[in-house]
């Protein structure tokens, strides 16, 4: 456990205050006495994956920030694994094609834990990880833990039904039988694609804003002329302009202004609201 702790050391954009106290918990039961003991005292309690899809704030944070970074448990079984919310997704994705399984060769490229990659329904190339999931062990807000199998779980883009209303403790992946060859090779591509077009050599938290249907929100963000453009230590990416890098000094002030400098125009110009993908926690 950590007092004052730094958050911009658990995000990767680099960004935030001071945490009153961090606490990595090394069990599933661990992280669930916490959070009833926090529920009892009403002492607030945030949870953080690998803070690859999170905004925190220049204040700081109260109460008990947990990251699940330490939750890193793994059992394979046949062409199904059983895996702790704080393994890292990309991580995952290469072991599970180095054994020749087929189905998160999207992931390679995903920064995320396997917990935030349930809850954000994670995704890339046209695949998501609501189509490998056989079931979750979740936490709820009562302190009660409960198994979901899939067919209880509700997915869309960037939504899974478990968002805001628990805390993924475990969950079991299946995988199709596939050429090992071809798996490691598709993964190597998407990454190649991804140092292409996304500028993973500054700290950033991936896309800004959800795609609106049927558009891009980088599209719609270079032609009202904010890419390149900078608050602060935030800039919009040049590289893409669905991405806010931080140049070195960046504040969570900054980037707020960018994203909303951008909402604005993009709603002034064609009458869309970009929704944002990045996640703000505030107390
Ligand atoms: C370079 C880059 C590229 C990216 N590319 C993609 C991409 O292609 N596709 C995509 O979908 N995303 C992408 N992302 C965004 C991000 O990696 C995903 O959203 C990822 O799933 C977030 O996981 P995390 O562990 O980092 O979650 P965090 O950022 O730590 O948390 C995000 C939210 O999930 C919650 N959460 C975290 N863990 C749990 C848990 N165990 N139970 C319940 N809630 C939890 C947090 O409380 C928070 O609300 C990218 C990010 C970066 C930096």
């Known amino acids: 456990m950590e007092k004052n702790y730094p958050l911009h050391l658990l995000n990767t954009w680099r960004i935030g205050g001071p945490a009153e106290t961090v606490y990595w918990p090394e069990t599933t039961k661990d992280l669930a006495i916490v959070w009833q003991r926090a529920l009892k005292a009403e002492i607030p309690v945030w949870l953080i994956g690998r803070g690859s899809n999170l905004l925190l704030p220049d204040e700081g944070l109260p109460g008990i920030v947990l990251v699940t970074s330490s939750l890193r448990a793994i059992q394979w079984g046949d062409h199904t694994v059983q895996v702790e919310a704080g393994y890292m997704l990309a991580r995952l994705a290469q072991e599970a094609g180095e054994r020749g399984w087929s189905g998160l060769e999207f992931a390679r490229g995903i920064p ?65 039988p596939g050429d090992r060859k071809q798996i490691l090779s598709q993964m190597t591509e998407n990454l190649t694609k991804r140092k292409a077009n996304q500028p993973l050599e500054k700290p950033n938290a991936g896309s800004i804003f959800r795609n609106p249907p049927g558009d891009s929100a980088g599209r719609l963000i270079e032609a009202v002329g904010w890419k390149g453009r900078s608050v602060g230590g935030a800039q919009v990416s040049d590289k893409h302009a669905n991405f806010i890098v931080n140049t070195g000094n960046a504040k969570s002030r900054d980037v707020l202004a960018l994203m909303d400098a951008i909402q604005e125009a993009v709603q002034l110009k064609f009458g869309v609201t970009l929704q944002p993908e990045v996640e703000y926690l505030q107390k």
Not at 118 to 131: D, K
Not at 133 to 154: C, F, H, P
């Open 112 to 176: 995320g834990s396997v917990g935030g990659a349930i809850v954000m329904n994670a995704g890339a190339h046209g695949s998501e990880v609501a189509s490998q999931i056989m079931s979750v062990t979740a936490l709820w807000a009562d302190g009660t833990v409960k198994k979901l199998e899939r067919a209880e779980l509700e997915f869309a883009y960037r939504f899974c039904s478990l968002r805001g209303q628990a805390w993924v403790l475990e969950v079991q992946f299946n995988f199709s």
